[in-house]
């Protein structure tokens, strides 16, 4: 992990998962790791005092505080934290806006049938944006037991059961915590990051901007474990289950030494224009080549591709009748 | 166990099982920490109380309200008193659960058989669908953390009363900290960390049982078996809000023990039943059944 990523105190003593500074409990396994209280030697009587006015105070529900009876004021004790955290680590802009642009000129220029011939002429850029989309990118060790059905060994039935046990390494895998960007669009770009170049300040064009985490550190947690579930799913479908299709896939993960990095990962998000409509484009910020968006259809193409497909078709009828003849 | 009010001196009996004391006196009120006890040891963690007395009452007198027909006379109307928020003491427990497993897997498929039936005065064969099930064995390994099992270490709230008003939302735990109990009761805990991890233990089983069965494949199971290790155990210790109080519907008789989540405001209690009423209902439909037959043979 990079050195501007350090940032978590210590780790679970039972499961090695990395640990905020002010954790009361480990979020994986549950293990308390405020220290324990060491008992007094003899008995003492503690008379909590208001620090304004010396009177004795009560813990009061609604203020979910010690509050002074008598001149209202409540004591600050330690509260449980639940922050919407930022960025850790930033990827710097390698790709610059001028060479963006050149990739979506490529981009309009991709031959296709069903687009219009006329893209890369007549389209005109209408918006371009740098951002930094922010993703957790964690590291951990997974202990996956899982069940399925499949067709491998079926008797009377379609379906078999399977289970196994399995160990797992999770490297770099990240997560979209992305509001603006797709599902799709992340997953697309993600592959393409040198995350070893990740620094603590922000390096990229001047007026890029950064989509801001707005997820609570307990929600963010739930999200990565989730989505290590999902991770850990999708491999044993495709390594462990046997059989060519299977069924009703259940894992349970035991995760250990589980690191979590909040990135900031750079794109340019483009819009162009063409007959009136605006398209949009996700060019990669350290890999120019990587590019994904939309493109307009031409009509009178798709119908030539539908009526030449008919024609075809009604051919191969034509022939097969008159050969049963 | 005497104690002295640090505010003005005045010698107070303490309770053996409780915590705080309010001063009769000048109104202080005062936390005290024992000396050390393995079978009584200091809480790790607080969950600070959120529903206020007014808000308990409240609750109570809607669970009061909405409680069934056939509930004794006066308890929908009962009074509530005698509410008290106590911090409760109860082991919060987690460890890690490896088992193995075996079931009978039931994988279903359809056939098709003949069947002879009657129609017109005719016996006629003809060809329905059914479903079977095909059993297979299954064995395997499963793992997972158990993280957050909560068992009473009071005898004043039975497990069952505190399963009844979970879940209490973890997230909120505190640290320990005298200023968390001031004003308020709280209780040592009055059974031992072994009987505690003894329950946590059987709970944790219970728990790896459930997650067990959901996670066997197929279309249904049956004959689920489980070996569990439960390893890397720890119990901390934890002081829950609850409110306490009593419904009394009728002069004479017990009144209805009510407990309320002092975080959620999850409210349990029993209700006492009147036998007079189910009776006479049973009667009513009894009756009414033997209307409709006397009814339709006369027809």
Same mark, same amino acid.
């Given at each position: 992990?990079?050195?501007?990523?350090?940032?978590?105190?210590?780790?679970?003593?039972?499961? @090695?998962?990395?640990?905020?500074?002010?954790?009361?409990?480990?979020?994986?396994?549950?293990?308390?790791?405020?220290?324990?209280?060491?008992?007094?030697?003899?008995? @003492?009587?503690?008379?909590?005092?208001?620090?304004?006015?010396?009177?004795?105070?009560?813990?009061?529900? +609604?203020? @979910?505080?010690?509050?002074?009876?008598?001149?209202?004021?409540?004591?600050?004790?330690?509260?449980?934290?639940?922050?919407?955290?930022?960025?850790?680590?930033?990827?710097?802009?390698? $790709?610059?806006?001028?060479?963006?642009?050149?990739?979506?000129?490529?981009?309009?220029?991709?031959?296709?049938?069903?687009?219009?011939?006329?893209?890369?002429?007549?389209?005109?850029?209408?918006?371009?944006?740098?951002?930094?989309?922010?993703?957790?990118?964690?590291?951990?060790?997974?202990?996956?037991?899982?069940?399925?059905?499949?067709?491998?060994?079926?008797?009377?039935?379609?379906?078999?059961?399977?289970?196994?046990?399995?160990?797992?390494?999770?490297?770099?895998?990240?997560?979209?915590?992305?509001?603006?960007?797709?599902?799709?669009?992340?997953?697309?770009?993600?592959?393409?990051?040198?995350?070893?170049?990740?620094?603590?300040?922000?390096?990229?064009?001047?007026?890029?901007?950064?989509?801001?985490?707005?997820?609570?550190?307990?929600?963010?947690?739930?999200? =990565?474990?989730?989505? =290590? +579930?999902?991770?850990?799913?999708?491999?044993?479908?495709?390594? +462990?289950?046997?059989?060519?299709?299977?069924?009703?896939?259940?894992?349970?993960?035991?995760?250990?030494?589980?690191?979590?990095?909040?990135?900031?990962?750079?794109?340019?998000?483009?819009?162009?224009?063409?007959?009136?409509?605006?398209?949009?484009? $996700?060019?990669?910020?350290?890999?120019?080549?990587?590019?994904?968006?939309?493109?307009?259809?031409?009509?009178?193409? =798709?119908?030539?591709?539908?009526?030449?497909?008919?024609?075809?078709?009604? $051919?191969?009828?034509? $022939?097969?009748?008159?050969?049963?003849? | 166990?005497?104690?002295?009010?640090?505010?003005?001196?005045?010698?107070?009996? !303490?309770?053996?099982?409780?915590?705080?004391?309010?001063?009769?006196?000048?109104?202080?009120?005062?936390?005290?920490?024992?000396?050390?006890?393995?079978?009584?040891?200091?809480?790790?963690?607080?969950?600070?109380?959120?529903?206020?007395?007014?808000?308990?009452?409240?609750?109570?007198?809607? /669970?009061?309200?909405?409680?069934?027909?056939?509930?004794?006379?006066?308890?929908?109307?009962?009074?509530?008193?005698?509410?008290? &928020?106590?911090?409760?003491?109860?082991?919060?427990?987690?460890?890690?659960?490896?088992?193995?497993?075996?079931?009978?897997?039931?994988?279903?498929?359809?056939?098709?058989?003949?069947?002879?039936?009657?129609?017109?005065?005719?016996?006629?064969?003809?060809?329905?669908?059914?479903?079977?099930?095909? /059993?297979?064995?299954?064995?395997?390994?499963?793992?997972?953390?158990?993280?957050?099992?909560?068992?009473? #270490?009071?005898?004043?709230?039975?497990?069952?009363?505190?399963?009844?008003?979970?879940?209490?939302?973890?997230?909120? !735990?505190?640290?320990?900290?005298?200023?968390? !109990?001031? &004003? /308020?009761?709280?209780?040592?805990?009055?059974?031992? %960390?072994?009987?505690?991890?003894?329950?946590?233990?059987?709970?944790?089983?219970?728990?790896?049982?459930?997650?067990?069965?959901?996670?066997?494949?197929?279309?249904?199971?049956?004959?689920?078996?489980?070996?569990?290790?439960?390893?890397?155990?720890?119990?901390?210790?934890?002081?829950?809000?609850?409110?306490?109080?009593?419904?009394?519907?009728?002069?004479?008789?017990?009144?209805?023990?009510?407990?309320?989540?002092?975080?959620? &405001?999850?409210?349990?209690?029993?209700?006492? !039943?009147? /036998?007079?009423?189910?009776? %006479?209902?049973?009667?009513?439909?009894? #009756?009414?059944?033997?209307?409709?037959?006397?009814?339709?043979?006369?027809?």
């Amino acid at each position: 992990m990079q050195e501007a990523a350090k940032v978590v105190s210590n780790g679970c003593s039972r499961c @090695q998962c990395a640990l905020e500074p002010d954790d009361l409990r480990c979020p994986v396994c549950g293990l308390a790791t405020a220290p324990a209280r060491r008992d007094a030697a003899a008995a @003492q009587v503690v008379i909590v005092r208001c620090q304004a006015c010396r009177a004795s105070v009560s813990y009061s529900a +609604e203020a @979910q505080a010690p509050k002074c009876g008598y001149c209202g004021s409540v004591m600050r004790v330690e509260t449980p934290e639940d922050p919407v955290e930022q960025a850790q680590a930033f990827l710097p802009f390698t $790709v610059s806006p001028d060479e963006a642009r050149k990739a979506l000129g490529r981009f309009l220029a991709r031959k296709s049938w069903f687009r219009p011939a006329d893209l890369a002429a007549r389209a005109t850029l209408d918006a371009m944006k740098p951002v930094w989309w922010p993703a957790w990118v964690f590291n951990a060790k997974a202990l996956v037991s899982w069940t399925a059905d499949s067709d491998a060994g079926a008797g009377r039935a379609a379906w078999a059961p399977h289970s196994g046990q399995t160990s797992y390494v999770f490297r770099d895998v990240v997560v979209s915590a992305s509001r603006g960007l797709t599902a799709k669009e992340c997953e697309a770009l993600t592959a393409d990051y040198a995350l070893s170049m990740a620094a603590e300040s922000p390096r990229g064009p001047a007026e890029a901007s950064i989509e801001r985490f707005d997820t609570a550190r307990s929600g963010a947690r739930k999200l =990565i474990v989730e989505a =290590i +579930e999902k991770e850990a799913s999708g491999r044993v479908a495709k390594a +462990e289950v046997p059989g060519s299709k299977s069924r009703k896939l259940k894992v349970a993960v035991m995760l250990s030494g589980l690191e979590t990095v909040r990135y900031a990962l750079p794109a340019y998000t483009l819009a162009y224009r063409y007959k009136q409509r605006l398209y949009r484009v $996700v060019v990669h910020g350290q890999k120019a080549e990587t590019i994904l968006g939309k493109a307009p259809y031409s009509g009178w193409r =798709i119908c030539a591709a539908v009526l030449a497909g008919a024609l075809a078709v009604g $051919v191969a009828i034509a $022939v097969a009748v008159l050969a049963t003849r | 166990m005497d104690v002295q009010c640090s505010s003005c001196g005045a010698r107070l009996a !303490l309770e053996e099982n409780l915590r705080t004391i309010e001063c009769p006196y000048c109104a202080a009120s005062s936390i005290v920490e024992r000396a050390a006890d393995p079978e009584r040891p200091s809480p790790t963690f607080v969950l600070g109380f959120s529903v206020s007395q007014i808000q308990a009452r409240e609750r109570a007198a809607d /669970w009061l309200r909405g409680r069934s027909l056939f509930a004794k006379k006066g308890v929908h109307k009962a009074a509530v008193e005698n509410v008290r &928020g106590v911090y409760v003491p109860a082991y919060l427990y987690s460890s890690a659960a490896t088992s193995g497993f075996s079931a009978d897997i039931g994988e279903e498929y359809q056939r098709t058989e003949s069947y002879t039936t009657t129609e017109n005065g005719k016996t006629v064969t003809k060809t329905r669908r059914v479903t079977e099930t095909e /059993w297979r064995p299954l064995s395997g390994r499963f793992a997972e953390y158990i993280p957050d099992v909560l068992v009473t #270490a009071s005898r004043g709230l039975a497990n069952e009363e505190l399963e009844a008003i979970e879940p209490f939302d973890l997230r909120l !735990l505190r640290r320990y900290d005298p200023a968390l !109990l001031s &004003g /308020w009761a709280a209780e040592e805990p009055s059974m031992s %960390g072994s009987q505690c991890l003894e329950v946590a233990r059987r709970e944790a089983l219970e728990r790896t049982g459930e997650r067990l069965s959901g996670f066997m494949p197929g279309d249904k199971h049956r004959g689920l078996e489980q070996s569990t290790e439960l390893s890397n155990e720890e119990l901390d210790l934890c002081l829950v809000p609850v409110w306490v109080m009593a419904a009394r519907y009728r002069e004479k008789a017990a009144p209805v023990r009510i407990v309320i989540n002092g975080q959620s &405001g999850e409210v349990h209690g029993e209700t006492p !039943l009147s /036998w007079l009423k189910i009776g %006479g209902a049973a009667i009513a439909l009894l #009756a009414v059944l033997a209307a409709i037959v006397f009814a339709l043979s006369g027809a």
